[in-house]
């Protein structure tokens, strides 16, 4: 693989359910970040990763959780979803420098219903 | 605070020049960034200014920064059907011990013939 991918592409997923969507960069990248991206209010950051075992919470991260346990894998868990948490996720990496240009997965559209 | 605004919709004609604006609020940026978004992908960056520039040109992309006013500008010169896309204006604070970006809502681009 080539850059950074996700999975799954889509889900459709029961509200109270758990789900874990999947990040995975082979560029070596120090940085990883998750992000949601709902019409009108653009990116929100979500949580993010400065290096393997360490993370941090961005502007919305209340329902999700993260682990860090190696340098290219970065999970979203969705303990317990709701409806509000319907969107498109996006992973992103990067080098974690002052130039700090992110490459940014897919998305995995999540639906809860 | 942190915010980046951005408006959400320009539409112009086929061959004209595209003017995408953006307002930032952090003054210690060092680096802003402008991304885009074909449909069904993420983010790619198109293109970023150094803050002790104020303009940059790239074929047919010119950016702009007036930091005194805090306004970053992209300027796409002969608009294609190819340019359609979301445009993301993002900053990267340096006061942020995380490296972290702030992103725009994103301006919606179309080109009608």
């Known amino acids: 693989i080539a850059g950074i991918t996700q999975a799954p592409t889509s889900q459709i997923l029961a509200a109270g359910r758990r789900m874990t969507l999947r990040c995975t960069q082979d560029?070596?990248?120090?940085?990883m970040y998750w992000y949601r991206q709902d019409l009108g209010l653009g990116l929100r950051l979500i949580h993010y990763s400065n290096t393997a075992g360490t993370t941090g919470k961005g502007e919305v991260p209340d329902g999700y959780s993260v682990s860090r346990a190696n340098t290219d894998d970065f999970p979203l868990t969705l303990a317990s979803a709701v409806p509000s948490q319907t969107s498109v996720y996006f992973c992103?990496?990067?080098?974690?420098?002052?130039?700090?240009?992110?490459?940014f997965g897919p998305g995995t559209r999540l639906t809860v219903l | 605070g942190e915010d980046v605004e951005q408006s959400l919709f320009l539409s112009v004609r086929e061959g004209d020049s595209s003017v995408i604006n953006c307002t930032y609020t952090d003054s210690s940026s060092t680096y802003l960034y402008w991304y885009k978004q074909e449909p069904g992908a993420g983010l790619q960056l198109l293109t970023y200014i150094f803050s002790n520039m104020d303009m940059k040109q790239d074929q047919r992309l010119t950016v702009l920064l007036n930091k005194k006013d805090k306004h970053l500008s992209l300027r796409i010169a002969d608009t294609q059907t190819g340019d359609s896309a979301i445009y993301f204006c993002?900053?990267?604070?340096?006061?942020?011990?995380?490296?972290?970006?702030?992103f725009g809502s994103g301006t919606r681009l179309s080109i009608r013939p």
């Open positions: 992103a990496s990067s080098r974690g420098e002052a130039h700090n240009e992110q490459f």
């Open positions: 560029m070596r990248h120090n940085a």
């Open positions: 993002a900053e990267s604070p340096t006061y942020s011990s995380a490296s972290k970006i702030i």
